[in-house]
T-cell receptor, first 113, second 115 residues
Framework: GNSVTQMEGPVTLSEEAFLTINCTYT??????LFWYVQYPGEGLQLLLK?????DKGSNKGFEATYRKETTSFHLEKGSVQVSDSAVYFC????????????FGKGTKLSVKP | DTEVTQTPKHLVMGMTNKKSLKCEQH?????MYWYKQKAKKPPELMFV???????INESVPSRFSPECPNSSLLNLHLHALQPEDSALYLC??????????????FGDGTRLSIL
């Protein structure tokens, strides 16, 4: 079946540290891949997306590359800030329908000053 | 600022009450969604409306009744809820439910507590 697996949290980093949150997927066909972020008390915001193999999504210093050979979409940021503290969800859409949006379990990131 | 507006932000209701959650978007999107999110879990899809017609109902109990009065509005009518229905209810919209590369835009949710 279709699924998303992301690294278990919580992840705690110091400000300016390098961030990697691993995400791998299983899907039929060619899914579109997304990272969403949820700040405390808020809904989900789209962070970045990639819709075909080798695409790199980027936004606010975050990057992720669609790797079909390893079925991965790892999230990276070179220097995190306290304001990046949030829950990050990796997600995919398969079968050409947004009704087939599947989320990973989420990874909570805490950044300490 | 979120482009999908949900009201109310918080709702406390008894198990015999009837209430409604409201969602509004003005991005011209033709697909709208309801999700339920429990603490420390990802959102779970409840309903999908495409061009104002219900296209997906993920086996949601009948005590939840969705309604799409027009392309900008989405309601979720609640009746005789159970304590386990306490959760964050998120509304989302996208340009077209059939476009996998067009992401969903989420509101900030309604936090529902059932007494």
């Amino acid at each position: 079946g279709n699924s998303v697996t992301q690294m278990e949290g919580p992840v705690t980093l110091s400000e300016e540290a390098f961030l990697t949150i691993n995400c791998t997927y299983t899907a039929t066909g060619y899914p579109s891949l997304f990272w969403y972020v949820q700040y405390p008390g808020e809904g989900l915001q789209l962070l970045l997306k990639a819709t075909k193999a080798d695409d790199k999504g980027s936004n606010k210093g975050f990057e992720a590359t669609y790797r079909k050979e390893t079925t991965s979409f790892h999230l990276e940021k070179g220097s995190v800030q306290v304001s990046d503290s949030a829950v990050y969800f990796c997600a995919l859409v398969y079968g050409g329908s947004q009704g087939n949006l599947i989320f990973g379990k989420g990874t909570k990131l805490s950044v300490k000053p | 600022d979120t482009e999908v507006t949900q009201t109310p932000k918080h709702l406390v209701m008894g198990m015999t009450n009837k209430k409604s959650l409201k969602c509004e978007q003005h991005m011209g999107h033709r697909a709208m969604y309801w999700y339920k999110q429990k603490a420390k879990k990802p959102p779970e899809l409840m309903f999908v409306y495409s061009y104002e017609k219900l296209s997906i109902n993920e086996s949601v109990p009948s005590r939840f009744s969705p309604e799409c009065p027009n392309s900008s509005l989405l309601n979720l009518h609640l009746h005789a809820l159970q304590p386990e229905d306490s959760a964050l209810y998120l509304c989302a919209s996208s340009q077209d439910s059939g476009r996998s590369n067009q992401p969903q835009h989420f509101g900030d949710g309604t936090r529902l507590s059932i007494l």
